[in-house]
């Protein structure tokens, strides 16, 4: 059965009326036209499908559009704060961090999540953090030095 | 005050989410066809099928390649697509270079069968050499004839004129000036191509050959940058399919008249199943529900790895061929003083692309149009017409990007079966493959067994050289989709013949012994189409395979001889360029010498140091891996590559160091990760886990390059593949070095490290 469920999406407020266990993903990309959060494997196993739910990373393929309800949820398309890219977005620019860039969605709103929480994060634990995320071009060395860079430059940011 | 946006799952009314206050507009070009701006676009700005296109694009006329607007922008069309390596980019340059004006005026339009001229589309990373040369001619040729224009419009010989940014100067008066928008803005150029237009002395080159930023990596950031799979057109329904469950498996029943949320139709052709419904979810849902039974034809393949390279090694083969042969082999093996062999294998690999294959057909008044991703958007529209029964100018294939695609993936299967669904409903259908249908479905790199022996004389010279060779072609499904018995479509449906290739695999190092041979041996594997381990090409074709076997087998002969590896290569390659990329790679990498295994301890772990090269199109490279492996459970890791890499004239350097990096990245993972799981009736490597890749953990600490030969003028070599091939035989023969003992079989997991360890 279809209900009406609230949500806030990239500081909008949205009222849907949906099968509340449609994946949120189709939600956002069918209804709401937001295409950066990708199709990956609908199975939960490579993030390219990751949106921030209340602040966290979350898969969204495999979260109901009803756990969304009364909750903030963030996509790429609303990273960028006041026209400025996140630090994260701006750092896989600087690095270059794109074959295909099907996948770099998951990268970046996983580093994002990540680096929010904390940017001062050394190498091993930014490496665990993105753990699981899939590249299949291959473009694990520059997303790693991206992330890198966006740590310290968050961390930078926080320290003045 | 109510919400921004009402969305109800049917027949929803909601404000524009993009459009709105606070979101960011996104707007992007189709490749080839108007500007988007979301699902609601209206319907005027799609080309309608129905149309007649151009049977073709005329490739001796200079407007087919460039055009000129009254702002003074270029548009550039090329017949070939990006795959997310950065080609268009290069492109840009080449354009920008030749005809003065600045990059980022510069746009390449690719892909579109109706408005680009058919070079067939990109494979053999031959990107920047065919599509680069002709956009480079064009190019100068487009400048000569503005000079033209120019010179008498301001009444000065051309010879006296000079162009900065595309603006056109009288060099001893630069008062005196016109702008190139101005000369031809937006009309035509009206003149054939040149065979040989005088190009820019590349001593002169200011733009091409140095490192710029991509063009597309920025809009991939912010997520502007569009996919096939992110394209909406008005009144499109979503499509979904239904894959036999066995190979061979016939299609005995299926509720045609099913009834399921959604459900618009479902399309059965032969053992070919679909279905279309109203809303993505719900078409997910009914391929999942809806009944459909199947034959259970029997096993066709093998009940593990073991049994399918015993069939390698002792099956009939339809053809064999010999190369690079000198002297004779089997008496110097005879009279050698002594004697190496070994046995290498190599398993089936999946594309596995990051998202499984998106398209989106519009098959209605007597015409098709489908937006896809793939490599060859021009031979795909002929196999659309004959499936679809259309003549080829009532067809148009738009290419937009897929997620990377490494030679022949899912994406032209589900381009045919999108135009199936669509012909079958007669609206617009997007199909999007689920995971299991890309991993699961898409063909497969083909395995192969290798056996090689080698003979020495009694001061450790190589006497013998023998490469053997079996395996299945690697181009049962050729690379580009000519005909409909190229796709699973054609195959399900039945009928369509395949037009398979058999292509050898032959290791392509050029050693120099007394004696030599090189055998391949192809074994029939046509009974696989229509399965999920039909064979076609996966990034740098039989490549890594070859390598792995030959560069392996080097590094055992080196040792059997004690010779150092390094040395070994230096002693028996002829080629100034290879010699050099070997010794540059040892150099960088700090090589240290061994005439045997070294098994160095540090700390707990055994590291080793391994160097493989290849040869590729004229591309040579060399890369030396460094392992550190912990004896106890056998696991590795490969802490740093160091590359050196020969492709001739480099375009981009900074897009090329992120190419080879890639591709050091996918080569490790097929070495240490990949082989697709079967059982005898059925592919079992369906998703991640089932077909597991690199992780960030396992990335190395880092990546050494060096460029060699790279200067204006050289010659420019495919640059795309090249770093993929001695990737495996690499890290081989490092862990080698580390464990006193060679791993033979790809992938290269902890499990058979340990068991080499072993004995
Ligand atoms: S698409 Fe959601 S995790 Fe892969
Ligand atoms: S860049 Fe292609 S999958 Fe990551």
């Known amino acids: 059965m279809e209900e009406t469920i609230e949500m806030t999406v990239n500081g909008r407020s949205a009222s849907l009326l949906a099968e509340p266990s449609t994946p949120l993903l189709y939600v956002l990309r069918n209804d709401l036209g937001l295409a950066g959060p990708k199709f990956g494997c609908g199975l939960g196993q490579c993030g390219a499908c990751t949106v921030h739910l209340g602040g966290a990373a979350v898969r969204s393929c495999i979260t109901p559009v009803a756990s969304a309800r009364n909750a903030t949820v963030t996509t790429i398309e609303g990273l960028a704060r006041a026209g400025a890219l996140h630090t994260v977005q701006q750092a896989f620019i600087d690095e270059q961090a794109a074959q295909c860039g099907y996948c770099i969605n998951g990268w970046i709103m996983t580093a994002a999540a990540l680096l929010d929480a904390d940017p001062n994060l050394g190498e091993d634990q930014i490496r665990r953090g993105l753990s699981g995320l899939k590249c299949r071009c291959g473009t694990h060395m520059s997303i790693l030095r991206a992330v890198k860079l966006a740590a310290s430059r968050m961390a930078a940011a926080r320290r003045t | ?759």
């Open chain 2, 1 to 759: 005050m109510g919400p921004d946006f009402v969305v109800t799952q049917r027949g929803f009314t909601r404000r524009d989410f993009l459009k709105g206050g606070g979101a960011l507009v996104v707007s992007f070009a189709v490749p080839g066809c108007a500007t988007l701006a979301g699902p609601d676009t209206a319907a005027a700005e799609f080309p309608r099928p129905g149309t007649a296109w151009p049977a073709k694009v005329d490739p001796a006329l200079l407007d087919s390649w460039l055009r000129i607007a009254s702002d003074g922008s270029v548009s550039a069309s090329v017949g070939k697509i990006e795959a997310g390596m950065g080609v268009g980019t290069s492109f840009a340059q080449i354009v920008a270079e030749e005809l003065d004006v600045p990059l980022e005026r510069v746009t390449i339009v690719m892909g579109d069968t109706a408005t680009t001229v058919n070079q067939r589309g990109t494979g053999s990373s031959n990107g920047v050499m065919k599509g680069g040369e002709a956009l480079r001619k064009a190019g100068a040729q487009a400048r000569s004839t503005l000079l033209a224009l120019a010179s008498s419009r301001l009444g000065v010989p051309a010879a006296d004129l000079r162009v900065d940014e595309g603006i056109v100067y009288a060099s001893a008066q630069p008062s005196k000036r016109v702008s190139y928008g101005e000369l031809l803005g937006d009309r035509q150029f009206h003149v054939k191509v040149e065979k040989d237009p005088r190009c820019k002395d590349p001593k002169e080159y200011r733009i091409v050959g140095r490192p710029v930023a991509r063009m597309d990596i920025a809009p991939k950031m912010r997520a502007e940058y569009r996919y096939a799979a992110d394209l909406r057109v008005p009144g499109m329904l979503h499509g979904r399919v239904i894959r036999p469950p066995e190979a061979h498996a016939r299609l005995l029943h299926v509720d045609e008249d099913a009834s399921l949320p959604g459900l618009v139709r479902v399309v059965r052709k032969g053992d070919f199943v679909g279905v279309v419904c109203e809303r993505e979810e719900q078409a997910i849902e009914a391929a999942r529900r809806l009944r459909v039974e199947w034959s259970r034809p029997g096993p066709l393949y093998w009940a593990s790895y073991d049994a399918l390279y015993e069939h390698l090694r002792t099956g009939r083969p339809k053809v064999s061929k010999s190369e690079d042969v000198h002297g004779d082999v089997e008496a110097a093996l005879a009279a050698a003083a002594s004697r190496v062999e070994a046995r290498y294998e190599y398993p089936f690999q999946s594309h596995a692309s990051m998202g499984p294959a998106c398209a989106v057909a519009d098959v209605r008044d007597g015409g098709a149009i489908v937006w896809a991703g793939g490599q060859k958007p021009y031979p795909l529209r002929g196999a659309v017409a004959q499936l679809l029964g259309l003549p080829a100018g009532k067809v148009r294939v738009i290419w937009m990007p897929g997620p990377g695609s490494y030679g022949m993936n899912d994406a032209d299967d589900c381009a045919m079966d999108a135009a199936l669904l669509s012909h079958a409903v007669g609206r617009p259908v997007r199909l999007q493959y689920m995971r299991a249908d890309g991993t699961g479905w898409d063909p497969k790199g083909p395995p192969a067994a290798f056996h090689l022996r080698a003979g020495l004389d009694g001061e450790g010279n190589v006497t013998a050289w023998d490469y053997d060779a079996r395996g299945f072609s690697g181009q049962l499904r050729r690379s580009g989709t000519d005909v409909p018995g190229q796709s699973l479509a054609g195959q399900l449906i039945g009928g369509y013949p395949a037009e398979s290739h058999d292509e050898h695999k032959f290791s392509d190092e050029s050693y120099a012994f007394p004696a030599k041979r090189k055998a391949s041996h192809i074994l029939p594997w046509d009974q696989s189409l229509g399965t999920a381990l039909r064979t076609a090409h996966l990034r740098d074709p039989d490549g890594p395979s070859t390598c792995f076997a030959s560069e392996s087998f080097v590094d055992e002969v080196a040792y059997a001889a004690q010779v150092d590896p390094v040395e070994f290569r230096l002693r028996y390659l002829k080629q100034a360029r290879e010699k050099a990329v070997v010794r540059a790679a040892a150099q960088k990498a700090q090589w240290r010498p061994r005439t045997k295994p070294r098994r160095a301890k540090e700390g707990g772990l055994l590291v080793g140091q391994g160097l493989s090269y290849a040869p590729r199109h004229g591309t040579v490279v060399a890369i030396v891996a460094e392992v550190a492996v912990d004896p106890s459970s056998g696991r590795y890791r490969v802490r740093r590559f160091t590359v050196a890499h020969d492709c001739g004239f480099v375009v981009n350097p900074r897009s090329l160091a992120g190419t080879i990096e890639a591709n050091l990245m996918q080569a490790m993972s097929r070495a240490m990760h990949e082989a697709v799981r079967f059982d005898p009736t059925r592919v079992l490597s369906v998703d991640w886990i089932t077909y597991p890749v690199v992780d960030m953990m396992e990335v190395p600490d880092a990546v050494d390059i060096v460029m060699l030969g790279n200067e204006p003028g050289a010659k420019i070599y495919g640059a795309g593949e090249p770093s993929t091939r001695p990737v495996a035989a690499a890290i081989a023969n490092a862990l080698h070095d580390a464990i006193g003992a060679p791993v033979r079989r790809v992938p290269l997991t902890h499990e058979s490290v340990l068991a080499a360890m072993r004995g």
